[in-house]
């Protein structure tokens, strides 16, 4: 239930932080026994200093659509991700391309060593 809210979270950023009529990607791998989602949009570029305070439960951003914006979303993703063992991956580039996403252990429930022919053995 927790990945379920954290990918649903990661969407709505993209969908409420993207420029107009622009693409969002979503993307998943397998790595070295983790579960990898991405989820990249078309936006504004995000400086450091952004970067730094976004996941601040009580921080105001001012979005695009001169609405308000608050960090509580990816806040409560970060920190869903934390409770799971997980990490939150993020980054911006001057483009405007951001990404946001995670990575979580995956327990096998099998001895298979062949993790993408075998996913559906594993669980989060």
């Keep these: 239930m927790h990945i ?3 990918i649903s979270n990661l969407i709505m950023n993209a969908i409420n932080h993207s420029s107009e009529n622009s693409n969002i990607y ?3 791998d397998i790595e070295c026994g983790k579960f990898i989602f991405r989820v990249k ?4 570029y995000l400086n450091e200093e952004t970067l730094n305070c976004i ?4 921080k105001v951003f001012t979005q695009k659509t001169d ?5 509580l979303g990816l ?3 970060n920190s869903l991700l934390e409770l799971n ?3 939150l991956l993020y980054s911006s580039l001057p483009d405007g391309i951001n990404m946001f996403g ?3 252990n995956l327990s096998c429930k099998n001895n298979s060593s062949d993790l993408n022919n075998q996913i559906s053995n594993y669980k989060f």
């Design 41 to 44: 949009n078309e936006g504004n």
């Design 85 to 87: 063992g997980g990490h």
């Design 102 to 104: 995670f990575s979580i």
């Design 67 to 71: 609405g308000l914006s608050t960090g």
């Design 4 to 6: 379920k809210r954290i």
């Design 26 to 28: 979503i993307e998943t």
């Design 55 to 58: 996941f601040d439960k009580d």
């Design 75 to 77: 806040y409560l993703t």
